[in-house]
């Protein structure tokens, strides 16, 4: 029992440290593809994706890596979520596209901050990575996990649904569509089932 | 509590003496007083005024420094406002962009709401935070003569850079600028990109 607790501390990448970075083999995801993430980037970089703003997340581990590599993009890591909102907006008034990658349960996080979207018509590409529904183990994720969608959209964004990895890219390219051309904040939630069921018992 | 008005800065005239100099220095405003302020000492499509999103003032900051560094970028907030944005404090130190300076216009009072005694007169030392967090430039600024000394630092000397202005509660004349957000971002896209502002 102290080990399955202790494995779920660390195992819980929103809590790392940020000054180093997730290591891809580190984390406990199962059924992983190895594609979808880099299709992700691929996405940004086609996006002219300048500035991306983290909070860390497993689900996001690997592409967080692909953007931190990348020389065209400043990779931010935030101690809350909203900063990446704001950050991201100030870009955008600079000329830079940003994207924000969060975990849904942080979603919560940003509501305030969003009027800055919608009041402004500023946009906002964001990438959040479900915890809280296909398979979840740890009930303090359902929370968020089952009011990311509806607190977004409540908040004035445009939301997304990838539920399979074949399907990520292509809302990722959707998304960033709506968001740069159409001046809107536009989320695409990945779906647990895509990103893998978190095991926690080695 | 506070020490007497007469002997704190005038919180318009601390504003309007830092922008003086500005040239084509980018500006963006903490909701209430600061957006008061600064719209005061002369409005411009180079201002970018909140007018909510309260804490974010830095992170705009932030991100416009980032894009634009070859550009000042200038933040000016007031107290409240960076209490609930102390985590960017940390993000901004992390980063150390070196055309930001940030401003705090600390009355060590919510003036806006009615005057609530906010944390900094009871204790709490926000350059003390900044510096904690690893900022290397944070200075209070209390008198006439070190705003002097200060105020062309802001505008050229390496960031990030911290400052707190402690500043009087008096009563100031009302000053408001524009407030609808489309108008306020695309004249300072316009302002900022010219007819890249609509790629």
Redo the contacts between chains.
Sequence with gaps: MLTCVRSAVTGVARSSP?AELPDRNANSYQRMSASWPQHIFHELQAARI??V?YVPDAGHSQLIQLCHADAGM?S?????E???????????????R?VLLLQSSGVGNCI??L??NQ????PLLALVAMRGEWGEFNPWQIPMGKSAQAALEGAGAYVYRADAPADVAENVRAAAILAFQSCRAVAVLIGQRVIGTKHFTK | MSPAPSKLLNRRAATARILRDRGDALVVTGLGNSTFDVAAAGDTPLNFYLWGAMGGAAMVGLGLALAQPQRRVLVFTGDGEMMMGLGSLATVSVEKPDNLAIIVLDNEHYAETGMQPGHTGRGVDLVGIALAAGFADAVTIRSEQELEARAPKLLAARGPLFTVIKVATDPTPTALPPRDGPYLRSRFREAVLGVDAHR
Aim: with cysteine; net charge negative.
């Design positions: 940020a300048r500035q703003a400043r931010v890591s935030l101690t809350t909203e900063e990446g909102v704001a950050m991201l907006a100030g870009a955008w008034l600079g000329g830079d940003g305030n901050m009027s800055l009041e402004c018509r500023i």
